[in-house]
């Protein structure tokens, strides 16, 4: 929970402590307040960088940079590997979704997915303040949290490996097809029927899977379907009508299980 009081997910949450624990509290304090006058214009992510616009003094706004390091194809092939193996893992992963204790995966490929101090994340701006992070980066910083909040696998792109690329990498390691591009469905087939033939069944049956056994309820067809005559149309003739009706589908049932039992 921030200081606002609103629950964030705990990769965002990671974030924003990461930037509460700078000791330079003033600096990322005037950032924070560029980012609520809205005076970040754009940011975007690049492959493994985020570039952004933020208006400062001058009439033309300031761009910026920030990234990562990123890890190396052999140790994204170890932590692919180690995801795969769990299937709730990959179940999240696949739902967009960021598993709960994803940390521990890099942490046992002795990576880590989140830098441990701000001095790990690289930062330019164009703008004429020698101090890092100035404002502008600090403004972005704190708006990058809602963007990680946005989709969690803007994180894994900062790292070196796309959105698309852990997907396609999971799914073939468990085996799963992958999925149909949009608005293309396989065409649909339909097994051919000999409509003489549909109700028939030649073959022997074996007894032992046979179990012959009475209704477990007294309740004939006509309790299911309800009253065949409207309430508002009943005449005096239409009770013994009923009771008929209701002792017929007694009889026909009992006489139906005596004669299965009988091998008519």
Known sequence: MNSYGIEREWWTQQWLDLLNSYRFKKRL?????YAREGNVLSIQFREQKVVAEVQGSDDEPYRLSIGLDAFTSEDWDHVIETLSEKAIYVAKLLAGEMPDNIESVFAANGLSLFPFTLGEVHSRCSCPDKANPCKHIAAVYYLLGDRFSADPFVLFQLRGKSKDEIISALREKRGIAPENPENEHPP?????????????????LESSLVVIAPP?????????????????????????LMAYLKTLYQDV???ATRSAFRGD
């Not at 304090?29 to 307040?33: K, V």
């Not at 309820?217 to 013994?240: A, W």
């Open 216 to 240: 477990g309820s007294s309740e004939t067809v006509l309790d299911v379907l309800g009253p065949i005559v409207p309430e508002r149309t009943k005449t005096p003739e239409s009770k013994p």
């Open 29 to 33: 304090e005037r950032g924070r307040n």
């Open 253 to 255: 049932s009992l006489n």
């Open 188 to 204: 649909l087939t339909y097994p051919q029927v000999a409509l003489d033939q549909f109700w028939r069944y030649d073959r022997e």
